[in-house]
């Protein structure tokens, strides 16, 4: 038992130091800033724009939502925007942004609580055949493999936001409906509906909502030929059912720029749309983009 004592002392003595800094913030913070949010209730599912007034010369701004950091943009006098999405799940009550900001060695950070509201969303009771329900272990691991590819996408650090004011809607004749349904198929309860539909004919064109670069571009056993853009700043936006998609992944699009056309690939009964975005990790009702007041 003797070279135990010695050995053991070895290894809490390096460790005190470490353990001592352990209770302290990385930086403390040296002071505050004003922010300003488009809500401070926001529902579930609902976006928030927010605008930051770092101190003058501060750079590395950034919102921290749900252990997601999310780089700032800079328009004009120091104001610095950003968007983030309340998830259509995430739990009524409070809930923490935290801003941050870097001058020098000089470290400012706001806490933001906000209070999150129950959204209402319809209950959608449906019946479908079996076969349109079940699905075999392939089809299951394949329906697996894609959740977690896209999931990566959108994991991805963000880059700065490239998306700017106003945002254009995807089609023409933009009439939104069944976001956030609760489906209940055959009785049984289904993962919401994480986007709008938008029943138009097929080849309608379908256009970037803003400037971005392409994500992912592919077949999807749900999703059927689907576009998803990356906008920078954690914001994505997703087209599914396309009759063809136009781009391929890597590409830069310009807002407006068209990127596949309306069809019924995939999981569809019908042409339609399925739109959807994630902003900050959030699933939000992506009809409300058009809705924000633009500063
Ligand atoms: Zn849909």
Do not use: C
Request: aromatic content about 8%; overall charge neutral.
């Amino acid at each position: 038992m003797r070279p135990a004592i010695p050995f053991l002392l070895f290894l809490l003595i390096p460790s005190l130091p470490a353990l001592g800094s352990e209770g302290l913030p990385a930086a403390a913070a040296d002071g505050t800033f004003p922010v300003r949010l488009s809500t401070w209730q926001p529902a579930q599912g609902e976006p928030l724009l927010v605008e930051a007034i770092p101190p003058p010369r501060a750079d590395n701004v950034v919102m921290i939502w749900k252990g997601r950091e999310i780089p700032m943009r800079e328009e004009g006098r120091g104001k610095f925007l950003g968007l983030i999405g309340v998830d259509l799940q995430e739990p009524p009550g409070d809930a923490l942004l935290t801003f941050r900001a870097v001058r020098g060695g000089e470290m400012f950070r706001v806490d933001a609580q906000i209070a999150v509201r129950e959204g209402t969303f319809p209950v959608q009771e449906l019946t479908l055949p079996k076969a349109m329900t079940q699905f075999d272990g392939e089809t299951l691991k394949r329906i697996n493999r894609e959740a977690r590819r896209l999931e990566e996408r959108f994991s991805r650090v963000p880059s700065p936001p490239a998306w700017r004011f106003p945002f254009l809607p995807p089609v023409a004749e933009f009439r939104p409906k069944g976001f956030g349904s609760r489906r209940i198929i055959n009785g049984e309860p289904r993962s919401p509906h994480a986007g709008v539909d938008v029943d138009l004919p097929a080849g309608t064109p379908v256009v970037a909502i803003a400037d971005g670069t392409v994500a992912f571009a592919g077949e999807q056993f749900f999703g059927g030929n689907s576009v998803v853009l990356d906008h920078g700043g954690g914001l994505f936006s997703i087209y599914y059912h396309l009759q063809h998609g136009d781009v391929s992944e890597g590409q830069k699009v310009a807002r407006g720029e068209r990127i596949g056309a309306v069809g019924s690939s995939g999981r569809a009964t019908g042409p339609h749309l399925h739109f959807g975005v994630r902003a900050a990790g959030g699933r939000i009702d992506p009809s409300l983009l058009f809705t924000l007041p633009s500063r």
